[in-house]
Nanobody, 125 residues
Framework: QVQLVESGGGLVQPGGSQRLSCAASGSIFSIKLGRWYRQAPGKQRELVAAELGRQRTNYADSVKGRFTISRDSAKNTVYLQMNSLKPEDTATYYC???????????????????WGQGTAVTVSS
């Protein structure tokens, strides 16, 4: 069974930086794509960034130019580098992966989905 462990959340001042990590453990042959979502109190969960493989990425308009998503395939880890943080970035951030469990699944593009438990980021002075 694949599990995700997120880390890197905490309190940061406006204008500061934070890097979130999402490490996958278990039976993974390859990551199809990695995504970071966030949910602020009283708001719906929203997609922040997606890493689609082959260095293709997508970002929410609100974080473009400030956040960078990346992947270390050797470590089965996805990162979210957050710069120029604003109070409105305060939220719980969730990692989401689509992955291939083994080589035959990879060749047939059979993938599974797994979510992290969330890590809280608070941007405040």
């Amino acid at each position: 069974q694949v599990q995700l462990v997120e880390s890197g959340g905490g309190l940061v001042q406006p204008g500061g930086s934070q890097r979130l990590s999402c490490a996958a453990s278990g039976s993974i042959f390859s990551i199809k794509l990695g995504r970071w979502y966030r949910q602020a109190p009283g708001k719906q969960r929203e997609l922040v960034a997606a890493e689609l493989g082959r260095q293709r990425t997508n970002y929410a308009d609100s974080v473009k130019g400030r956040f960078t998503i990346s992947r270390d395939s050797a470590k089965n880890t996805v990162y979210l580098q957050m710069n120029s943080l604003k109070p409105e970035d305060t939220a719980t951030y969730y990692c989401n992966l689509l992955y291939h469990p083994n080589y035959p699944d990879y060749m047939n593009d059979n993938y599974r989905e797994v979510w992290g438990q969330g890590t809280a980021v608070t941007v405040s002075s």
